[in-house]
């Protein structure tokens, strides 16, 4: 039997139709198709404003009540019809569109006179005669470097296959592929860790990847000072040694030389860290105002973790494996990011208390997965008719169900106590990113939010956000400007969440497919170390490491002269040239496994055991950065603690 929370509906007539209306409106740019209105009523409107005059010669309810049209864009029998004039009485008005592969009767303007407005480009001659040349063969040689390079990582592959599958290294990595659970895969990691001697790397203090000669000091000035009850001492040395990365105890490549761990004197360290802290919150030997400074100051210079979820399609689903996994471990962040189809997952993640979400991360959720439900014959006449595949009233519809119907920032943030980030564009070119939340968009409609993420050129239209007045009406919000994907310019908001947030400490799920091709982890990474030489080395050899690299950083140079240099043109009115040249990763960044039979269906939804696939697959990728994960929040949540408990002493 299904839980209730899956089988719950969520939608809100009012605000589809609000959102209908206002796409059709939006200031007079665009109009939608008539079978994408929501009711009769606006139908018979649009029906005029396509040239038919009022009064008798428009279209006349003949009987019933206002409804929805059918998705084929008529009537069912209980619903009212629309009696059309005859061409005599119509008048028929002039077709226009701004392409051929645009919606008709859209307002156009009169092209301006060449040289009438500033374009931005200083264009001369020997730019518009080397332009295209030298873009085709920075693309030949893009061709060229990428075939090699996959080459390169096919030869990589079968290196380490050869090394990795035999005997009990073999046997022992493969129980850890096919775990069932994280306990079963940590056991399994810790058996593979002795299996490999890796332990006496773990009880080796010195290393050159983190200052262990400083670590070593401050854990034993903290033991001191906490056992002779030396306070001030002790808040000097806490607010040396909370802060981001301090000795470079959080450097991934202590966690990517065992399976299972780190040093044990990182281990030591945090462990002293953590009880200096919980001291700190009990202690009466400071007045409340000076420990209540003490703590702030110190959640300040240590930041936040944040959890960050990349756009791709139906890559996308593989994030519910890893949010369940941070979930099960008690590990969720409270500040989540999501871009285009990580948005989806972002939102389901923060309007949903973790109790509820619990429930909700299992195989039937594929059961309201259903944005690309549509048979081609009614996707594809769609997009020869307007430009875009989907239809965006349609998925505000499904897209209710992620957001609790047509809930807001600020309510999502009262109701769950979690911050959701949303990042999108301006339809208009050079719009700076536009980060949503409870503090920028509190009355933003989510829904709206997460079309307008994935609105990307092709796809979805670029549509208006919606926001809920005071009295529970929905209008547009930001004047009613339409936005569209913040992926294509920033998929993983680093920036504005740490000058927001001060999230310094970004967990992020990549699964866009065209950055997925080029992760390469040279030295291994958390919970993965090189499959060779014990964990030592490069990842196939360093000839073979070198190539990808050199092969690596060759294509984004290429793909920075195409930018800088205002080479490519824009392609569906979206300038695509910075898609490579982002920054993808964060201080944690989590890979899940993707197939190739992922590409082809890389606008499916999927089915219960696509879906517990996916889930598993997002667990397994979690499950070996989840001991460096905690080490971070551990002390996050220490701080935590300590201003709890300020606070709680003030009130009383």
């Known amino acids: ?133 030298l873009l085709l063969t920075i693309f030949l040689v893009i061709g060229l470097e990428f075939a090699a390079y996959v080459f390169t990582r096919q030869i990589v592959n079968v290196v380490e296959w050869l090394v990795a599958h035999r005997g009990r290294k073999g046997v022992l990595r493969r129980q850890m592929r096919n775990a069932k659970d994280f306990q079963t895969w940590k056991d399994t990691a810790l058996e593979l860790d002795d299996h490999m001697e890796h332990d006496a790397w773990k009880r080796q203090d010195s290393s050159g990847l983190y200052d262990w000669i400083l670590v070593k000091k401050v854990s034993h000035s903290l033991k001191t000072f906490r056992e002779q009850d030396d306070v001030q001492e002790l808040m000097l040395v806490l607010t040396l040694c909370c802060t981001n990365n301090f000795a470079g105890t959080e450097n991934f490549r202590l966690y990517s030389e065992t399976y299972y761990g780190s040093k044990y004197l990182i281990e030591a360290y945090l462990a002293e860290v953590e009880l200096g802290l919980d001291y700190m919150s009990k202690t009466e030997k400071i007045p409340l105002e000076q420990k209540r400074a003490f703590f702030r100051d110190v959640a300040k210079n240590l930041g936040k973790s944040g959890l960050a979820l990349s756009g791709g399609g139906s890559f996308g689903y593989y994030h519910i494996g890893l949010v369940k996994a941070l979930l099960d471990a008690n590990l969720l962040p409270r500040i989540v990011s999501g871009t285009s189809a990580g948005g989806l997952i972002a939102a389901l993640t923060c309007t949903r208390t973790d109790e509820e979400l619990s429930r909700l991360l299992v195989p039937e959720l594929a059961d309201r997965i259903t944005a690309c439900e549509e048979p081609i014959t009614i996707w594809a006449k769609r997009a020869w008719q307007t430009g875009a595949r989907f239809d965006p009233i349609e998925w505000a519809e499904k897209a209710s169900f992620f957001t609790l119907g047509s809930l807001t920032f600020e309510e999502a943030f009262k109701r769950t ?207 070996p950065k989840l001991h460096m994960i905690e080490n971070r929040i551990r002390l996050e949540r220490a701080v935590a603690r300590g201003r709890k408990a300020c606070r709680r002493a003030l009130r009383a």
């Open 1 to 133: 039997m299904l839980d209730p929370l899956l089988t719950q509906p969520f939608s809100d007539p009012d605000a589809i139709g609000a959102f209908a209306e206002a796409l059709r409106e939006d200031q007079g740019k665009q109009e939608l198709p008539i079978a994408a209105l929501s009711t009769a009523g606006a139908a018979a409107q649009a029906w005029a404003k396509l040239g038919f005059s009022s009064s008798s010669k428009s279209p006349q309810l003949t009987s019933g009540s206002p409804s929805l049209l059918s998705p084929d864009g008529h009537a069912p029998a209980s619903t009212p019809t629309l009696t059309v004039p005859s061409a005599e009485q119509r008048k028929v008005g002039k077709i226009s569109a701004v392409s051929d592969f645009a919606p008709i009767r859209e307002r156009t303007a009169r092209r301006p006179a060449r040289g009438a407005q500033d374009t931005g480009r200083r264009e001369g001659l020997l730019y518009s005669m080397l332009r295209w040349p």
């Open 417 to 623: 106590g979690k911050v959701l980030n949303v990042s999108v564009i301006p339809s208009e070119k050079n719009s700076p990113v536009k980060l949503l939340n409870h503090i920028t968009a509190p009355r933003c409609v989510i829904w709206s939010a997460l079309l307008a993420s994935a609105a990307v050129p092709g796809l979805l239209p670029p549509v208006c956000l919606m926001q809920k007045t005071r009295k529970g009406e929905y209008v547009p919000w930001n004047w009613g400007h339409r936005f569209r994907d913040g992926s294509l310019r920033v998929d993983i908001p680093l920036q504005d969440l740490h000058s927001m947030f001060q999230v310094n400490y970004p967990i992020v799920s990549q699964v866009n497919p065209h950055v997925h091709l080029f992760f390469f982890a040279p030295k291994g990474m958390p919970g993965r170390p090189v499959a060779h030489r014990k964990g030592k080395g490069w990842r196939g050899g360093f000839l073979l490491s070198a190539s990808e690299h050199v092969l690596k950083l060759h294509l984004s140079v290429n793909f920075k002269i195409i930018r800088d240099l205002d080479l490519l043109p824009a392609i569906l009115g979206t300038d695509w040239s910075g898609v490579f040249l982002q920054r993808f990763g964060g201080a944690v960044t989590i890979w899940p496994k993707t197939r190739f039979l992922d590409w082809v269906r890389i606008l499916s939804d999927p089915d219960r055991p696509e879906l517990r696939r996916m889930i598993r697959v997002g667990q397994q990728a979690t499950w």
